[in-house]
């Protein structure tokens, strides 16, 4: 069973076990129908990728940007991978959705609610439950219940005055020393962020299931921007159904252009476009 949002954000770190933690993130669907999935370890061979390649370049990155990092699990696999090989970064995670409310509609019932009020979770008698429709619905009859189900929490969530401001992050990194997170859209230029990061990395983010051809060119200039100067490094990189992840790493050469200096798999789908804007 999945634990419920009022139950996650009531534990210490140390109190959540790691399955629990990705299992919740998991059933989170966002109104765009993008899901908080994310699982630990999942770039172990990435992170080490990227280790080797700053030791052969001589790197000592200072501060690196972690786009579209969802719970946060895979930043804080990045952050140990980095301080075993005796980095001590500076980590700014960044998503376009990271706050959320508790909401209580009742004895034992509450909701976790975006800030534009689409329902994330409903939690009834401590049971947690998907305000969306998946296939096992159809045999199970929660078809016919999910719908009257979140059409009634909606109508209960706008007439709430009990609510809880929570941070859809995994707890480990709420309170971590060394990351800083920050909820941004990968489509808006942060001048914050301009000329700061000896690394970028944008896992499971740039790619035509989630933007149009102009949105990803905006974004990779974005992220160029973002760049501290020649030698910096960029990582785009996707990680397919199957369990293979292709990308492409990128170094900024001192005429502002990125060249390819690292393929993993088959090389980012978005190669092309990146190397062209």
Known sequence: ????????????????????????????????STFKRTYRARFQSLDEAVVRAFASRSMRPEQILDVGVSSGATTLDLRAALL???????????????????????????????????????ALAGWSVRPWRRRLDWITGMWAIRPLLLSWAQRQVENSNSRRPVLLVSPRLRDHPSIRVVEDDVLKRRPEFEAKFQFVRAANILNHDYFNEDQLRAAVRNLRAYLAGPGSLLLIVRSLHNGEQHGSLFELGDDGQLSVCQRFGDGSEIEQLALAS
Request: aromatic content about 8%.
């Open 1 to 32: 069973m999945i634990i419920t949002a009022a139950d996650f954000f009531s534990r210490a770190p140390a109190e959540l076990p790691p399955d629990a933690e990705d299992a919740f993130f998991s059933a989170i669907r966002n109104r765009n």
């Open 84 to 122: 075993a090989a005796g980095y001590d970064p500076r980590i700014t995670a960044t998503d376009l959705s990271l706050h959320a409310e508790l909401v209580s509609l009742g004895k034992g019932v509450t909701a976790l609610v975006s800030p534009d009020g689409h329902v994330l979770q409903i």
